[in-house]
């Protein structure tokens, strides 16, 4: 967990803002402005669903450069399946950003969440963004996390610190998403910034690696949404010798973004609506990484055991159904299956006789299941929820 | 649908029992013994998990001749997660079968479905063996139906009759599985017993064929269990000129064939424990049937479609993330989808009017989403089922 508890209000050089401006017919906040002081270095991860929202082609298209000024978030519509008018709408949202801040187009991020399938009202939206270009301020990191959300219960912050080359380094991110669960309003974003001084170079792998050991690595019901958008910007406010790849500095930030990254992840994991447990789904014995993400994304994604730990219940057909399934040519007879320490298969027949302790750790709100292969050395943790009532009445009752 | 409207009693050459040997604490029947009155023409086609029942495993051992004579089930109890023990009860099973029949051993088929992680309980199934042969009946293929059940509401059976080469042929089947729902009392079983006269070597093509367009194209969960079998057998009463691969007659019976089991299929989906809806996934334009078959299944699994299903949201955000998320190189611009005859997309695009249409199709027990990819020629059809709050209640609470 990071080091800095306290909720942050804001991370040195950046300004920010939330508004409402009227996309959401509840009039909470709907869009979000994030400014650095200066051009900060940029690096993204963006959804691998072959339907992208234009939003994600035009940011895509300015974090090429690695540098970027400002980003603009509107949540309520998640300008996806509109086409190129969708893209103009995304260009546009930048270039009335850049003219409110003074700065060019290209140096901004455009991100949208909400409804699918429904052009972006740009009225509102101009007026959104010069609400909130009025609006900046440096401690107003809460006012931009509430803008961003949808189904959320409430705003995502994560921070920490730490020391590069004798200078004090700030990171907080900023995250909404509660899984992808209502695609109406779905989407998961995420905006970590920092005021170390890093090369774009150093800062891309950095991020792809972090998003890939939390974002990457938590599923609430298998599917990606057609905006999903981690970005890190650094602004190098900090003033520690600017950070290089494979240079000093690298390994310590990496962790603590990495930190920040999974505390949000996990949040988004925790905020599943109708969620009750957070499950740590845990591989080890495997040959390779990715067999064991197989294995866990198989286990975490499937239907039956995702009921299972809603229901507490122990039952080891359900784990051993889905690790068989997982298209890893795994040895029934060498796989051991413990929930939390208590072990539940042992070389792939059943220990039947610790039910009622088993039964305990399902209880608790979060416990890990932990699978070993027996056929390797790698191993990987992947994290999600369970599957109850309240996913059925929101996912299928929300339009009505 | 089969042109033989009327539940058939038997196959000519077959006898069947159902008993009850106290394996289901209900009380109900459990245990299920089909006989040819000579060896038959055998193929099989098994689970592709790689936890497999070692009755699974004794099957496909004594399948592998291309003739068997007889078939038990035992339903209550999976056999599966049971080890090198588990083994010696599945032949055990056959050795007890054989000695009442005066057959081989190698000849039986052994199936089990029911709780995983438990052994069998041999000595009530070597009463039932004994009981179900001496019950054999040519006309008792209910009884048979209502044996091999678990969670099923019901039993299902299937048949067709056909001409090969001036004879008549007759085919029925039955089958057990409502998805792969409950795995405690899990598995998907099938048994197809014809007439026909056909060689081992043109049955088994056509019974893998068949299961492909059949069994292969359902999904309740998109969970496999450790059970899941198809057998046919084929014993030649019917007196035709025996069907060779390519040669007279293997068109018309690979058809009846597949069209028993398909009928079979959909009463599975259908018979999906709080399934409201039964949903064809229709893709068509697909650069190759295997693209078409990825992308009809992501849709059809796809928790959120599921929802939407259960909840007649003709929302088309679900359809498009899901096709997108499919892992095939889908053209947003080019993809149309329709409710029915309901068009919600075209060429990428939300068609906004007609919603009202589209809730009615939805509405219907039964109806059709159609995905054209516009990429090429290829189409498949899968079969789905909504996802309600009834699922969640028997899968969670079914304990308790």
Redesign the interface.
């Known amino acids: 967990m990071p080091r800095q508890v306290k909720t942050p209000t804001g991370v040195p050089g950046f300004r920010f803002a939330g508004v409402a401006c009227g996309i959401k017919q509840s009039g909470r906040k709907d869009l979000a402005l994030i400014a650095s002081e200066g051009p900060a270095a940029a690096a993204a991860v963006f959804t691998k669903?072959?339907?992208?929202s234009p939003s994600v082609t035009a940011g895509a298209r300015h974090v090429r450069s690695g540098r970027l000024q400002a980003v603009v978030v509107n949540s309520g519509n998640?300008n996806?399946?509109?086409?190129p008018g969708g893209l103009r709408d995304a260009e546009a949202m930048c270039a009335e950003t850049a003219r409110h801040l003074g700065i060019d187009a290209g140096q901004v991020l455009p991100s949208s969440t909400g409804?699918?399938?429904?052009r972006l009202p740009m009225d509102k939206i101009n007026r959104g963004i010069a609400a909130a270009a009025a609006a900046l301020a440096p401690d107003a990191l809460q006012d931009a996390a509430q803008a961003i959300m949808t189904t959320d219960n409430g705003p995502k912050i994560a921070a920490a610190t730490c020391r590069v080359g004798g200078r004090t380094v700030h990171i907080a991110g900023i995250a909404k998403g509660a899984g992808?669960?209502?695609?109406?309003m779905?989407t998961m974003l995420c905006y970590v910034l920092t005021d170390a001084a890093v090369a774009p170079a150093a800062l891309r792998p950095m991020v792809r690696r972090a998003t890939d050991a939390t974002f990457h690595a938590i599923t609430v019901?298998?599917?990606?949404?057609?905006n999903d958008t981690v970005l890190c910007l650094a602004n190098g406010v900090a003033g520690n010798s600017r950070i290089t790849r494979g240079g000093e500095g690298e390994d310590v930030l990496e962790r603590e973004i990495t930190r920040v990254m999974k505390e949000l992840a996990l949040k988004i994991v925790a905020d599943g609506e109708g969620t009750t447990k957070l499950v740590e789904v845990r591989v080890d014995g495997a040959r390779s990484v990715a067999e064991a993400r197989k294995v866990a994304f198989t286990v975490a994604n499937?239907?039956?055991v995702k009921?299972?730990f809603?229901?507490q219940?122990p039952?080891?057909?359900?784990f051993?159904?889905?690790?068989?399934?997982?298209g890893?040519?795994?040895v029934?007879?060498a796989?051991d299956v413990a929930l939390g320490r208590v072990k539940v298969?042992r070389?792939?027949?059943?220990v039947?006789t610790r039910e009622s302790a088993a039964v305990k750790v399902m209880q608790r709100p979060s416990f890990t299941v932990h699978i070993s292969l027996g056929m390797g050395d790698a191993s990987t943790s992947v994290w999600t929820s369970d599957?109850?009532?309240e996913?059925?009445?929101i996912?299928?009752?929300?339009?009505?």
Do not use: Q
């Open positions: 669903n072959r339907v992208k998640a996806a399946c509109t086409g409804i699918i399938g429904v992808m669960i209502a695609p109406n779905a019901d298998g599917d990606t949404s057609t499937s239907k039956l009921t299972a809603f229901g219940d039952n080891i057909g359900r051993m159904m889905a690790i068989g399934n997982a890893v040519p795994v029934e007879e796989i298969v070389r792939g027949l059943a039947g599957l109850g009532h996913y059925v009445r996912n299928s009752d929300y339009r009505t």
